[in-house]
Structure formats: structure tokens, C-alpha cells
């Protein structure tokens, strides 16, 4: 059984095992250290080793060609051999030059002319060393002295050395070569204590060991390794050769230009450089040991100071039971940690909780106890994370409510916060699946996650949702007729993070309520923020500054006379590539970004000059001009106008603007206060798509509006659906009570023009008069115009009876 204080268990064992790791980790670092130390100058040494060698082996060169040189130097002067040179004697020559070179181990002797043609040589085929000769004769010759040169001959390095034959003119040249072989390798390896190897290149680029001090077994190895020798900073070069490193120096020998180079690779064995220093290793170890036994001895002391007081603070430790610790504490150990630990799991218990109440606080919404936005961009992004390693989609609907904020300004926010639970609730059971997720954003947003599920496979349920809102909501016997818009955003098809999914969603919930679309799926031209918007934009922009829009008119008819008597201004662009872009396709997206201002100043300068035209020829027409939601929160617009029909001298009266119920709602009050301007002016407004908006009686009584135009959803029917006839009649009656003008727009066939003159309706508009056309044609066509003929056109019992 193990002392108390070996028991791993004990806090001063622990302790120990602390300092004593600590010391030998210090320890090991020194130790590196040292070890390092002592590789980087044992390297260093050799570098310096190899460079004094390099100047050792130079020197052997010099000198075995100066001695070789000197020797040569006594055949071309020896008379036997100018004899036979002047008389011509081959066999003498010959004799000579082998005997001679036997003499100082020369095994390559020639005599050439002084034009280098051979006349007497030892070896069978002298081409190659006769031109070896030829280059160093012209080398000393062109330098005044002797050379140094070293040249590969039949693949083996040779020291070349030629000297002249005078008489006294230069009348041949006599040629040694000299191997260098294993006595040069060995002296220099005795001198220097370095191996020498010498290597070639041969024709395919690989390297060939000529000749080493290694055993010959490991030229191969020495030759692979030079090929791809690695670099020690500024130490040389290092290689591995059988297992055994060496740092290496390159020499290039000295040789004829254009030749292939004899290299010398002087090295030195790391691994026997640092074999003097394993015993100043085995030293520090020992060291080591004895500071570890020390340094235990000295941390067991102090383990044992330490402990005493902890017993006291953990008494201590329950007087912070309001304290946040994190994780449940767990620990079997019975030492003083153990009982720190005991106090800590009691103030755990404490705000276990509190902890509970604030997660739920954080993450979920207090109203309706739905997730709130936090933890449904939580749950979108772990949906996003499934969906990727199943490669299935998910999708996200988001849906806000119309006219929240008219019941919460009239009901109050309690009966806001109450018709909010309804929601939930109604979303809950009528819309909602099982893995679904329903999350309240704040205000009277919602969003749906729906996993599993592409945009398309997402519509339906966007569907039902709408549904669920068809049906009034009762609370205290108030009903609440509601609507919403649903945006659609799928991953990945739309984005593959949870902020950027929750922003398209977003966007094109906004624009399902600006277009009163019910539902509208994400592409990126609803996004200003795209890059395809931006490049929209920028087109948009050109096409303004270049004239690329084009102004359209669509005749209005009078239907008490038949007689055109104006018409509605539309805008076509006319792209370069693209051809007529549909204004739908950047329209709303001119509406998103402001840039509608733009094009409401164009098109309005277009008709004023049209108007005047037309006004010119004795054609007065009124020209009607859409107004969007951002022109009529423009308080500088009725300023704009007024300059704009100065500046032309056109009459207000002739410009019909045209404003849609959704954009005098958005902002009444403010709009308000535009459209009083421009009818001061003399401007003529008109209400666009009456009948499918949502203004009230009380709102349009204070519009200074001069005409409702009623929507085409109501007209293009009216001839086959009795109740849609209703509607256009009561509209009719409606505007003629209030004094205003009744345009009806959507006309297409003759029993509705018959029906609309029946109901006493002022003016017509729709393809059955004419599609919209270029704005040159417009004066032309009004004065060819001939109304339909309608005598024929029968209307049925029920139509009759309500005409």
C-alpha cells in the first residue's frame, strides 16, 4: 500500500506532480536548447572545417599541376626530342612522349604542330584530348601563365597541361593528362580529415560519382543524394549517404569555358562531429536527475503549506451560493478538493434555476411563448447544417401582418397582444407540421422553418397560411379581418447562412406587401443589395443618361361620346442587348431602391412635352402619370412638377396623376399633405386599382382626388360574373355621389364596353381600344379612332335588369 502522500488522489501528490512536471519540462526545454547549442556549432565547425579544405584541396591542385607542368616542361626542352621534332622522327617522338609520361604517371601524352594536328600520341583516339589541349594552349597563351585546368576526357577528370615547343617561334605544343585518382582523394582526406568526392553530370541530366573516399558501395546513395541535396542555412549544404548525415561543400573545379565542369563535394560526418559532445550530454542528465530529487523534496514541503488552508476555505464557499460556477460539479475524491467541490455542487443547486428562467428569457418570446428570433436563427442554422450532410434543402417563410399597427392605434396593445396569441395559435394548429418550427421576430413578424423542403415544395404551405388569415379573428366581440405577405427563402438555393436566408426572406415579404402578392419567392433582382440589383441599377442609370426609355401611351375613351380624350403615360426600355425589358422586371426594383424618383421625373418631363404637343396640334388630351410610394413621401415633388410645367407651359389640368390605394396608406397623413399640393397646383389625381386596397370611406372623402380608376381584376369579369358587375356599378354610383370621374380600366371585349356605357361609367381603357403604343403614333390613331359598334351585343337578363 502506497503512502498518503503517493496517493494520486491527494491534493499535495498533485501538487508535487505540478512542480515536478514544471521543473522537468524546464528541464527537457534547457536540455533542447543545449542539444541545439551544440548542433548549430558543431556545424558551424564544419562549415569552417569545409571551407579551410576547400582552400587545402585547391592548393594540392596547384601544386600537382605546377609539378606536373614542370615536368613537362623538361620533355620539350630535352634535345633529343627537338631533334625528333625537326627531323620528323614519329617513332622517336612517340618513344619519347611514352616514356616520358610513364616517367610522371602522365597516361595521356601528345605532340602537336602549332596548328594542334597530331603528330605523335600514346593513346589510340587523341581527337578529344587534343582538344582539350587546344583549349588550354589558347587559354595560357591569351592570360601569359600557365592554367589550372580539369576537364572530363571519356568520362574521367583529367588535370590538362601543354606546353609550347619554340624554335624560337612556337613550333608545337607538348600535351600531358593527368587522372586525378584515389593518392589525390586520400591526401586531401589525410590533410584535412574531409571526404572528396568527384562528381559528373551526365548526358540526362543525372549525377555519376567519378571517383570518392566513401566505400564504393555508397556512390550510388551519394550520387542520389546530391541530386536533391537540402540546404542548412548558412552552414552549406546537407546530405544523407547510408544512413549517415553529412554536411557537404561544392567545388567547381577549374576548366575550360563551354566544358561540362568537374565538381568536388568536400564533406564531413555530422554524426562524428558530435560524438565528443555525448558525454557533456550524459553530464547534464545526470545533473537533471539530482535537481529533480532536490526540487521533490522542496515541492512536497510546500504541498503540505498549501493544503492546511484550503480545508478552511471551503468552509467558506457556501456563503457564494449566488455565484454563477457553470457545469454541475462531480467528484468522488474525499481530500480537501473534494470537499471545496461539495460547496460549489450546493451553490450549483442554487441557481440551477435562475439559469432556467433566464435560458428561457433569452430564448423565448414572453407573448406567445414561441421561440423568439434567437433561437430560430439557432435552429436555422443547425437546420442549414443537416441540410447540408443529407443534400437536402430547407426553407424559411416569413410573414407579417397588414394593418397591425391601425388595430393596436385603435383597439390598444393589449388587444394587440391578444390578437398576436390568436396567431400563434391559428398558425400552430392549421399550418404548422410536425418537424416544423414557428418562431415570433418581434412585432408582428413570424417565420416557419420548414426542413426537408425546397421554395416550390414551401408554396402550399404559404398557401394555407393565407387561408388561415381569410377567416376574421373574434376577440371581445371586435372582429379582425387580417392579411399578410409571405416571403420565401431556400437553403442553398438562396443562401447557405442563417443571417443572409432570414434577410432574403425578408426581402421578399416586403415585396409580396408592396406588390399585394400574397407570396413571393427570393431572387436576387427584389435585393438592391445583389449584385445583379447593382448591375440593374448601373443599367438603369446608363439608360437614363443615354435614352434607352421609351414613352408608351394607352388611349382613354370617352364612353358618354366615344372620342379619345386622353391617355395613360408607361415606360418601355429599350436595352441594347436585352431588347424592351417588361417595366415589371425593374419597376418594383426602382421602387425598392428609390431610383423610381428618377423615372417618375422622366416620365413626367416626356408627357408634359407630349401634352403640349398635342395641345399645339388642337388635340388637348389628358395625360395620366403613375406616382409610386416613395414620389408621394417626396415633399419636394409638387415643387418639382410646378418648375417642370413652367419650364414646358403646359396646363395642370392636363396631367392626371395617377396613386394606388396601398401608397396613400403606407404613410396617410404624409401623403396627405403631398396630394393637397398637387391639387392645389390644378393637378388632376386619380386613384389607381380602386378595389383592391384597403382604404376606408372616412380616407377617401378628405383625398382631393378628382377620379377613381377601377381596377381591371373587376372589369376583365364583370360580362360573365353578375357579382363582380355589382361591384363596378357600386364603384360607379360610389364616385358619381362624391362628384369624382369613373375611368375603367381592363376593357377587352365589346359586352363589357356595352355594360360599362350601360352603368353610366365616364371613360374606358384596355386592349379592346388599343394596346399600349410609341407616343409618335399616339396623334395619328386618336384621330383615325371609330368606336366599337355594340348594337348587337346581347347582355343577358340579369345584366339588363341591373343597367
Known amino acids: 500500500m502506497l503512502p498518503a502522500f503517493f496517493n494520486p488522489r491527494r491534493l499535495q501528490a498533485r501538487i508535487v506532480a505540478v512542480y515536478l512536471g514544471l521543473l522537468i519540462a524546464v528541464q527537457a526545454v534547457s536540455y533542447w536548447f543545449i542539444q541545439d547549442s551544440i548542433d548549430?556549432?558543431?556545424?558551424?565547425?564544419?562549415?569552417?572545417?569545409?571551407?579551410?579544405?576547400?582552400?587545402?584541396?585547391?592548393?594540392?591542385?596547384?601544386?600537382?599541376?605546377?609539378?606536373?607542368?614542370?615536368?613537362?616542361?623538361?620533355?620539350?626542352?630535352?634535345?633529343?626530342?627537338?631533334?625528333?621534332?625537326?627531323?620528323?622522327?614519329?617513332?622517336?617522338?612517340?618513344?619519347?612522349?611514352?616514356?616520358?609520361?610513364?616517367?610522371?604517371?602522365?597516361?595521356?601524352?601528345?605532340?602537336?604542330?602549332?596548328?594542334?594536328?597530331?603528330?605523335?600520341?600514346?593513346?589510340?583516339?587523341?581527337?578529344?584530348?587534343?582538344?582539350?589541349?587546344?583549349?588550354?594552349?589558347?587559354?595560357?597563351?591569351?592570360a601569359g601563365s600557365d592554367q589550372r585546368q580539369v576537364e572530363i576526357i571519356d568520362g574521367q577528370p583529367y588535370q590538362i597541361v601543354a606546353v609550347p615547343v619554340r624554335a624560337p617561334a612556337i613550333i608545337g605544343w607538348v600535351g600531358m593528362g593527368f587522372p586525378i585518382g584515389d593518392k589525390l582523394l586520400s591526401d586531401m582526406k589525410g590533410l584535412s580529415g574531409l571526404d572528396v568526392s568527384l562528381l559528373l553530370r551526365k548526358a540526362d541530366g543525372d549525377w555519376n560519382v567519378s571517383l570518392a573516399t566513401l566505400a564504393a558501395t555508397d556512390w550510388p546513395a551519394l550520387a542520389t543524394a546530391w541530386a536533391r541535396p537540402t540546404s542548412d542555412g548558412s552552414h552549406g549544404l546537407t546530405l544523407q549517404v547510408a544512413n549517415t548525415e553529412y554536411s557537404g561543400h561544392q567545388l567547381i573545379l577549374p576548366g575550360s569555358p563551354g566544358q561540362p565542369p568537374v565538381t568536388a563535394l568536400l564533406m564531413r560526418s555530422v554524426d562524428?562531429?558530435?560524438?565528443?559532445?555525448?558525454?557533456?550530454?550524459?553530464?547534464?542528465?545526470?545533473?537533471?536527475?539530482?535537481?529533480?530529487?532536490?526540487?521533490?523534496?522542496?515541492?512536497?514541503?510546500?504541498?503540505?503549506?498549501?493544503?492546511?488552508?484550503?480545508?478552511?476555505?471551503?468552509?467558506?464557499?457556501?456563503?457564494?451560493?449566488?455565484?454563477?460556477?457553470?457545469?454541475?460539479?462531480?467528484?468522488?475524491?474525499?481530500?480537501?478538493?473534494?470537499?471545496?467541490?461539495?460547496?460549489?455542487?450546493?451553490?450549483r443547486q442554487a441557481i440551477q434555476t435562475r439559469e432556467g428562467e433566464i435560458r428561457r428569457l433569452a430564448y423565448q418570446d414572453s407573448l406567445t411563448d414561441l421561440p423568439n428570433r434567437?433561437?430560430?436563427?439557432?435552429?436555422?442554422?443547425?437546420?442549414?447544417?443537416?441540410?447540408?450532410?443529407?443534400?437536402?434543402?430547407?426553407?424559411?417563410?416569413?410573414?407579417?401582418?397588414?394593418?397591425?399597427?391601425?388595430?393596436?392605434?385603435?383597439?390598444?396593445?393589449?388587444?394587440?397582444?391578444?390578437?398576436?396569441?390568436?396567431?400563434?395559435?391559428?398558425?400552430?394548429?392549421?399550418?404548422?407540421?410536425?418537424?416544423?418550427?414557428?418562431?415570433?421576430?418581434?412585432?408582428?413578424?413570424?417565420?416557419?422553418?420548414?426542413?426537408?423542403?425546397?421554395?416550390?415544395?414551401?408554396?402550399?404551405?404559404?398557401?394555407?397560411?393565407?387561408?388561415?388569415?381569410?377567416?376574421?379573428?373574434?376577440?371581445?366581440?371586435h372582429t379582425v379581418d387580417l392579411s399578410a405577405g409571405v416571403g420565401i427563402a431556400s437553403a442553398p438555393e438562396h443562401g447557405v447562412e442563417a443571417d443572409t436566408l432570414l434577410s432574403r426572406a425578408e426581402v421578399a415579404m416586403y415585396a409580396a406587401k408592396q406588390q399585394q402578392a400574397g407570396t413571393v419567392t427570393y431572387h436576387p433582382g427584389l435585393d438592391s443589395t445583389s449584385e445583379e440589383s447593382l448591375t440593374l441599377l448601373s443599367e438603369l442609370r446608363y439608360a437614363v443618361d443615354n435614352h434607352q426609355l421609351r414613352l408608351y401611351l394607352q388611349p382613354k375613351i370617352s364612353l358618354h361620346t366615344g372620342q379619345c380624350i386622353g391617355a395613360e403615360a408607361l415606360m418601355r426600355w429599350e436595352h441594347p442587348t436585352r431588347g424592351i425589358v417588361p417595366p415589371m422586371r425593374f419597376i418594383p426594383f426602382a421602387e425598392q431602391t428609390g431610383f423610381v424618383r428618377v423615372l417618375t421625373a422622366w416620365i413626367t418631363e416626356q408627357a408634359a412635352i407630349v401634352s403640349k404637343q398635342l395641345s399645339d396640334a388642337g388635340m388637348p388630351m389628358k395625360i395620366a402619370i403613375n406616382l409610386s410610394t416613395r414620389d408621394l413621401?417626396?415633399?419636394?415633388?409638387?415643387?418639382?412638377?410646378?418648375?417642370?410645367?413652367?419650364?414646358?407651359?403646359?396646363?395642370?389640368?392636363?396631367?392626371?396623376?395617377?396613386?394606388?390605394?396601398?401608397?396613400?396608406?403606407?404613410?396617410?397623413?404624409?401623403?396627405?399633405?403631398?396630394?393637397?399640393?398637387?391639387?392645389a397646383m390644378g393637378l388632376k389625381l386619380s386613384i389607381d386599382d380602386f378595389g383592391t386596397g384597403y382604404s376606408s370611406l372616412a380616407y377617401l372623402k378628405r383625398l382631393p382626388v378628382d377620379e377613381l380608376k377601377i381596377d381591371k381584376s373587376f372589369v376583365m369579369n364583370m360580362e360573365s360574373d353578375l357579382q363582380d358587375a355589382k361591384i363596378v356599378r357600386s364603384t360607379v354610383d360610389l364616385a358619381h355621389n362624391l362628384g369624382l370621374t369613373v375611368v375603367a380600366e381592363g376593357v377587352e371585349n365589346a359586352k363589357s364596353w356595352k355594360l360599362l356605357a350601360g352603368l353610366s361609367c365616364d371613360e374606358a381603357q384596355g386592349f379592346l381600344i388599343s394596346r399600349p403604343m410609341p407616343a409618335a403614333l399616339f396623334a395619328n390613331w386618336a384621330r383615325d379612332w371609330e368606336p366599337p359598334d355594340t348594337t348587337h351585343e346581347w347582355l343577358g337578363t340579369e345584366f339588363a335588369a341591373m343597367i
Open 374 to 477: 434567437e433561437q430560430f436563427r439557432h435552429d436555422l442554422r443547425q437546420a442549414i447544417v443537416r441540410a447540408k450532410e443529407d443534400q437536402t434543402p430547407c426553407t424559411v417563410l416569413l410573414l407579417d401582418m397588414d394593418r397591425f399597427k391601425h388595430v393596436n392605434d385603435v383597439l390598444g396593445h393589449r388587444f394587440g397582444d391578444r390578437l398576436l396569441r390568436s396567431v400563434a395559435e391559428r398558425l400552430t394548429s392549421e399550418v404548422l407540421g410536425e418537424r416544423d418550427v414557428l418562431a415570433r421576430l418581434g412585432g408582428d413578424e413570424f417565420a416557419i422553418l420548414l426542413q426537408g423542403t425546397s421554395a416550390q415544395q414551401a408554396y402550399p404551405v404559404s398557401q394555407r397560411i393565407l387561408r388561415a388569415f381569410e377567416r376574421p379573428i373574434t376577440l371581445d366581440d
Open 272 to 347: 562524428q562531429a558530435l560524438a565528443p559532445y555525448m558525454e557533456l550530454k550524459l553530464t547534464l542528465l545526470l545533473l537533471s536527475a539530482v535537481g529533480i530529487a532536490v526540487f521533490g523534496f522542496g515541492s512536497y514541503v510546500t504541498a503540505r503549506r498549501i493544503t492546511t488552508p484550503l480545508r478552511i476555505l471551503s468552509n467558506s464557499a457556501r456563503r457564494l451560493e449566488r455565484g454563477d460556477y457553470g457545469a454541475e460539479v462531480k467528484m468522488s475524491s474525499r481530500d480537501e478538493i473534494g470537499e471545496l467541490a461539495q460547496s460549489f455542487e450546493t451553490m
Open 633 to 679: 413621401m417626396d415633399q419636394d415633388l409638387p415643387a418639382k412638377l410646378d418648375k417642370l410645367l413652367s419650364q414646358h407651359g403646359v396646363n395642370p389640368s392636363m396631367l392626371v396623376m395617377e396613386i394606388t390605394e396601398s401608397a396613400i396608406m403606407d404613410d396617410p397623413q404624409r401623403a396627405l399633405v403631398t396630394l393637397n399640393k398637387l391639387h
Open 40 to 142: 548549430r556549432n558543431a556545424r558551424a565547425s564544419i562549415h569552417t572545417e569545409l571551407l579551410t579544405g576547400e582552400k587545402v584541396f585547391l592548393r594540392l591542385l596547384s601544386q600537382n599541376a605546377d609539378n606536373l607542368a614542370q615536368a613537362t616542361r623538361v620533355l620539350s626542352s630535352d634535345y633529343g626530342f627537338r631533334s625528333a621534332v625537326a627531323t620528323g622522327d614519329q617513332e622517336t617522338l612517340k618513344s619519347a612522349l611514352s616514356n616520358h609520361g610513364e616517367r610522371i604517371k602522365a597516361s595521356a601524352a601528345v605532340f602537336t604542330d602549332d596548328q594542334f594536328n597530331v603528330r605523335a600520341s600514346t593513346i589510340a583516339s587523341p581527337d578529344h584530348f587534343v582538344a582539350a589541349v587546344q583549349r588550354y594552349a589558347r587559354q595560357s597563351m591569351a
